[in-house]
């Protein structure tokens, strides 16, 4: 089996692939160092506008000093503690207008949003009744909205409970992680029994943007100009749209669903991150470094069927091809991969891909032509190869038939090597002692078949 040149031939081709592997272990690590770049220029955009924003409220905060009593040392001795009791709204309505805008960093872009919204809330002040007794104090209440990142904050223009407008006050008044705003309520706005607000927020941030559903019934409504919008969180939207120009997407929810009237009745604050949310992402599309990435896994793939062509071809004609051609051809099939991450960080995608797939073409052809001993020879690989190129592309672009497509690539490909080759002796390529056949390329020099 060892003396056999079937043998031999076939691990030097194995050979060759590993390899290979090396060079495009060093192309896979430069797409991973061009993308943390991409990255850093995402993260300095949050640190210089703002993070992920997350709506909360608005709430009714109201100060509570209990008085309690506890036997120490059989003595009843008296403590106060404080806390902030909130009243969740009867129904929370608010409707969002987004506007997304990119942002260019040298080479690299990232993405900032600028939502206006409008909120509606009904709270029913009945509730504060309950909360009086001879042993609690009740403090001035207020209205607190938080926020993710305060330094997104922009214009808050109208601001109205029943009607009176009221004065808007930096911080939630909350105290723990929950920056935003908040509204000292007058004792008139608390002597009605429902107390309907009224307000308008300008947020600004990047990545996501989300809204507690704190109302017994919440509503989100909100349009953009993002075509890319990735949903997230607890709740998915019952209605969305998107197209080319933006989305519009609506969500919806109640206690019964989210239970966080719950959430709120204790004493303690809640952990405001981890509160369920309505979430939208301003994602990126699968951009360059994600696509060549995901196009290098299939490297290896490509360089086996040019070797597998090229191996029946030298099996069923009278041309040899040296190890060191297999490589070379090889070596511009990992060429590709770099030339498609130079150019797509200048002109998308797939202009590149176009661009690395001619220059591959014209390398290929240019150099097959002299060792395929013909213009006719080389022009056959070379339209094959684009055509891999062409499956290769479309691999990428169709995620839910990629599996399929990939299949047929392979079985047709098998299939093809089972026609050309199902007359053919392959006990004759054991032969040691078989004479080269006559014809171009027979040199015993530059061939590996002995």
Same mark, same amino acid.
């Given at each position: 089996?060892?003396?056999?040149?079937?043998?031999?031939?076939?691990?030097?081709?194995?050979?060759?692939?590993?390899?290979?592997?090396?060079?495009?272990?060093?192309?896979?690590?430069?797409?991973?160092?061009?993308?943390?770049?991409?990255?850093?220029?995402? /993260?300095? #955009?949050? +640190?210089?506008?703002?993070?992920?924003?997350? !709506?909360?409220? @608005?709430? =009714? *905060?109201?100060? %509570?000093?209990?008085?309690?009593?506890?036997?120490?040392?059989?003595?009843?001795?008296?403590?106060?503690?404080?806390?902030?009791?909130?009243?969740?709204?009867?129904?929370?309505?608010?409707?969002?207008?987004?506007?997304?805008?990119?942002?260019?960093?040298?080479?690299?872009?990232?993405?900032?949003?600028?939502?206006?919204?409008?909120?509606?809330?009904?709270?029913?002040? /009945?509730? #504060?009744? +309950?909360?009086?007794?001879?042993?609690?104090? !009740?403090?001035? @209440?207020? =209205? *607190?909205?938080? %926020?993710?990142?305060?330094?997104?904050?922009?214009?808050?223009?109208?601001?109205?409970?029943?009607?009176?407008?009221?004065?808007?006050?930096?911080?939630?008044?909350?105290?723990?992680?929950?920056?935003?705003?908040?509204?000292?309520?007058?004792?008139?706005?608390?002597?009605?029994?429902?107390?309907?607000?009224?307000?308008?927020?300008?947020?600004?941030?990047?990545?996501?943007?989300?809204?507690?559903?704190?109302?017994?019934?919440?509503?989100?409504?909100?349009?953009?100009?993002?075509?890319?919008?990735?949903?997230?969180?607890?709740?998915?939207?019952?209605?969305?749209?998107?197209?080319?120009?933006?989305?519009?997407?609506?969500?919806?929810?109640?206690?019964?669903?989210?239970?966080?009237?719950?959430?709120?009745?204790?004493?303690?604050?809640?952990?405001?991150?981890?509160?369920?949310?309505?979430?939208?992402?301003?994602?990126?599309?699968?951009?360059?470094?994600?696509?060549?990435?995901?196009?290098?896994?299939?490297?290896?793939?490509?360089?086996?069927?040019?070797?597998?062509?090229?191996?029946?071809?030298?099996?069923?004609?009278?041309?040899?091809?040296?190890?060191?051609?297999?490589?070379?051809?090889?070596?511009?099939?990992?060429?590709?991969?770099?030339?498609?991450?130079?150019?797509?960080?200048?002109?998308?995608?797939?202009?590149?891909?176009?661009?690395?797939?001619?220059?591959?073409?014209?390398?290929?052809?240019?150099?097959?032509?002299?060792?395929?001993?013909?213009?006719?020879?080389?022009?056959?690989?070379?339209?094959?190869?684009?055509?891999?190129?062409?499956?290769?592309?479309?691999?990428?672009?169709?995620?839910?038939?990629?599996?399929?497509?990939?299949?047929?690539?392979?079985?047709?490909?098998?299939?093809?090597?089972?026609?050309?080759?199902?007359?053919?002796?392959?006990?004759?390529?054991?032969?040691?002692?078989?004479?080269?056949?006559?014809?171009?390329?027979?040199?015993?020099?530059?061939?590996?078949?002995?």
């Amino acid at each position: 089996m060892k003396k056999s040149p079937l043998f031999w031939k076939i691990s030097t081709l194995l050979g060759c692939i590993l390899l290979l592997l090396l060079p495009l272990f060093m192309v896979s690590n430069l797409i991973s160092e061009r993308a943390s770049y991409r990255d850093d220029v995402e /993260d300095t #955009l949050r +640190q210089s506008t703002s993070g992920p924003q997350q !709506l909360t409220g @608005p709430l =009714i *905060a109201v100060p %509570v000093t209990e008085i309690y009593y506890k036997f120490e040392d059989k003595k009843k001795v008296e403590h106060k503690r404080s806390f902030l009791h909130f009243l969740l709204p009867e129904s929370l309505v608010i409707d969002g207008s987004q506007r997304v805008e990119s942002r260019n960093i040298g080479i690299y872009d990232g993405q900032i949003w600028s939502t206006d919204l409008k909120l509606k809330a009904q709270f029913n002040t /009945d509730k #504060l009744a +309950q909360l009086k007794g001879e042993t609690i104090t !009740l403090g001035q @209440p207020f =209205i *607190a909205i938080g %926020v993710g990142d305060a330094r997104g904050i922009g214009a808050v223009s109208v601001t109205q409970v029943n009607g009176e407008t009221l004065a808007v006050e930096p911080g939630s008044g909350v105290s723990g992680e929950l920056p935003g705003i908040h509204i000292p309520l007058t004792k008139k706005a608390l002597e009605t029994k429902t107390l309907s607000l009224e307000m308008t927020l300008n947020l600004n941030g990047t990545g996501s943007f989300s809204v507690v559903p704190v109302g017994r019934n919440s509503e989100l409504t909100l349009r953009s100009n993002w075509p890319h919008p990735g949903f997230m969180g607890d709740y998915l939207p019952v209605k969305r749209e998107i197209g080319a120009s933006g989305f519009q997407a609506h969500w919806q929810s109640s206690w019964f669903a989210n239970n966080l009237e719950s959430l709120f009745s204790t004493h303690q604050l809640p952990e405001w991150r981890n509160v369920p949310a309505f979430s939208v992402t301003v994602a990126t599309p699968a951009d360059q470094y994600q696509l060549t990435d995901r196009a290098i896994k299939y490297a290896v793939l490509l360089i086996a069927l040019t070797f597998m062509a090229f191996f029946v071809y030298e099996t069923l004609t009278d041309l040899r091809l040296h190890p060191m051609q297999y490589l070379l051809v090889g070596l511009s099939l990992v060429l590709f991969y770099l030339v498609l991450l130079a150019f797509s960080e200048h002109v998308g995608f797939t202009p590149a891909w176009v661009i690395a797939s001619l220059t591959g073409a014209s390398m290929n052809g240019v150099y097959l032509q002299a060792v395929l001993k013909g213009w006719k020879r080389s022009a056959i690989f070379v339209v094959a190869l684009l055509g891999l190129d062409t499956v290769m592309w479309f691999l990428l672009r169709s995620e839910d038939s990629a599996l399929l497509l990939g299949s047929g690539v392979l079985a047709t490909a098998l299939f093809a090597v089972m026609f050309l080759t199902r007359h053919f002796d392959w006990y004759s390529l054991s032969q040691s002692g078989r004479r080269p056949p006559k014809g171009d390329g027979s040199d015993e020099s530059v061939r590996i078949w002995k």
